[in-house]
Antibody, heavy 127, light 108 residues
């Protein structure tokens, strides 16, 4: 059974860099799945931050791309999020998730969906 | 960007009721649509992917339908554990995956 667990600071100062780690058990981060970060500001909906392919290539939300890096540590079976130049607008619960990608129709784009998810970690950006 | 809307934003229903939630995309997304359930203080849980495929372990009272721009999630007989917020998510634009604003289902 796949399990994911986020770790990192709960409070970060404006203009600093956020670093979060997702520890994965029950699946290899270099296996057949992508691995994603998704966040949820308080009281609002979900925002996809980006995804990491099994080969280590990152794909990012264009609205965050200039500030985001997602990478993996295969020796620890973990993947990480780095988000720079933080502002109060980055305050959110951050989730890591396994992302499945499947070809339903040949030659068509793959279908992507997220699950399971980690429990989430609340990150507050404040001085 | 493909924007997702959901209606209603909230609804009240009784145990045993049939509930339908609608999700609409600003352009055709074929069947690239997923549904999630989120309970307070918990992570979202995948219910349905590719518009109508039930995720393993999800009760059969949940069903999804639709294609193009209009989609529905139906709960055929609402159970106490189904009170939650439901989100749709499109993956047609894989470079910009987006979620709907959510529909909160609470007790009538």
């Amino acid at each position: 059974q796949v399990q994911l667990q986020e770790s990192g600071p709960g409070l970060v100062k404006p203009s600093e860099t956020l670093s979060l780690t997702c520890s994965v058990s029950g699946n290899s981060v270099t296996g057949g799945y992508f691995w994603a970060w998704i966040r949820q500001p308080p009281g609002t909906s979900l925002e996809w931050i980006g995804s990491l392919s099994p080969s280590g290539t990152g794909y990012y939300n264009p609205s965050l791309e200039s500030r985001v890096t997602i990478s993996s540590d295969t020796s620890k079976n973990q993947f990480s999020l780095h988000l720079t130049s933080l502002t109060a607008a980055d305050t959110a619960v951050y989730y890591c998730s396994r992302e499945s990608r499947a070809l339903v129709v040949p030659a068509a784009p793959s279908h992507n969906w997220f699950g399971p998810w980690g429990q989430g970690i609340l990150v507050t950006v404040s001085s | 960007d493909i924007q997702m809307t959901q209606s209603p934003s909230s609804l009240s229903a009784s145990v045993g009721d049939s509930v339908t939630i609608t999700c609409r995309a600003t352009q055709s997304i074929a069947r690239y649509l997923n549904w999630y359930q989120q309970k307070p203080g918990k992570a979202p849980k995948l219910l349905i992917y590719s518009a109508s495929t039930l995720q393993s372990g999800v009760p059969s009272r949940f069903s999804g339908s639709g294609s193009g721009t209009d989609f529905t999630l139906t709960i055929s007989s609402l159970q106490p554990e189904d009170y939650a917020t439901y989100y749709c998510q499109q993956s047609y634009s894989t470079a910009r995956i987006t979620f709907g604003p959510g529909t909160k289902v609470d007790i009538k």
